[in-house]
Antibody, heavy 123, light 107 residues
Framework: QVQLVESGGGVVRPGRSLRLSCAAS????????MHWVRQAPGKGLEWVAV????????SYQDSVKGRFTISRDNSKNTLYLQMNSLRAEDTALYYC????????????????WGQGTLVTVSS | DIQMTQSPSSLSAYVGDRVTITCRAS??????LNWYQQKPGKAPNLLIY???SLHSGVPSRFSGSGSGTDFTLTITSLQPEDFATYYC?????????FGGGTKVEIK
């Protein structure tokens, strides 16, 4: 079955860096686009970034552009999120999610999600 | 960026009630609207994609409609396991954006 397991979260001081990982199994990782979505404590969902199946197409939320980098290693079935210059407002549970494509409709959604890894940015 | 506005932000309902949640986009997103359910302490689950297509395994009491800028999620007969927070999300253009959520509580 599809499994996504995030890791790498923790407590970090403002301005520092952290790298999140998402280990994928149970599906052909190299043919799926992948997303990062975050959720601040007690708040709603916020989309962060997406990377295409081969890594050639990437998009970011404006608030993380220039600070975060999404990447993937298809040989290791792993998705990454390098987070630099962290701010207090980046504190959140970070989820990775697989993109589902409804070909006939040319529509996409996130059909499988990990359980998340918590990032806390605090001095 | 496309702004997504959900209403209401919360509602109380009885088991068996028909519940409707609305989502409005700040510009047309055609049919590229998804609905997710999230229970406390859990990851979101995809319910509806492309405005009205039911995701695999989702009960038929859930349905979605709309196109352009206005969309609805309907639960025809609310069940105990449906008490959760529901989010809409546009997948028309990056940055993808979510609505603020609708918390459905037991009355």
């Amino acid at each position: 079955q599809v499994q996504l397991v995030e890791s790498g979260g923790g407590v970090v001081r403002p301005g520092r860096s952290l790298r999140l990982s998402c280990a994928a199994s149970g599906f052909t990782f190299s043919t799926s686009a992948m997303h990062w979505v975050r959720q601040a404590p007690g708040k709603g969902l916020e989309w962060v970034a997406v990377i295409s199946d081969d890594g050639s197409n990437i998009s970011y939320q404006d608030s993380v552009k220039g600070r975060f980098t999404i990447s993937r290693d298809n040989s290791k079935n792993t998705l990454y999120l390098q987070m630099n210059s962290l701010r207090a407002e980046d504190t959140a549970l970070y989820y990775c999610a697989r993109e589902y494509i409804a070909m006939a409709l040319a529509a996409t959604a996130c059909d499988f999600w990990g359980q998340g890894t918590l990032v806390t940015v605090s001095s | 960026d496309i702004q997504m506005t959900q209403s209401p932000s919360s509602l109380s309902a009885y088991v068996g009630d028909r519940v409707t949640i609305t989502c409005r986009a700040s510009q047309t997103i055609r049919i590229y609207l998804n609905w997710y359910q999230q229970k406390p302490g859990k990851a979101p689950n995809l319910l509806i994609y492309a405005a009205s297509s039911l995701h695999s395994g989702v009960p038929s009491r859930f349905s979605g409609s709309g196109s352009g800028t206005d969309f609805t999620l309907t639960i025809t007969s609310l069940q105990p396991e449906d008490f959760a927070t529901y989010y809409c999300q546009q997948s028309y253009s990056a940055p993808l954006t979510f609505g603020g959520g609708t918390k459905v509580e037991i009355k």
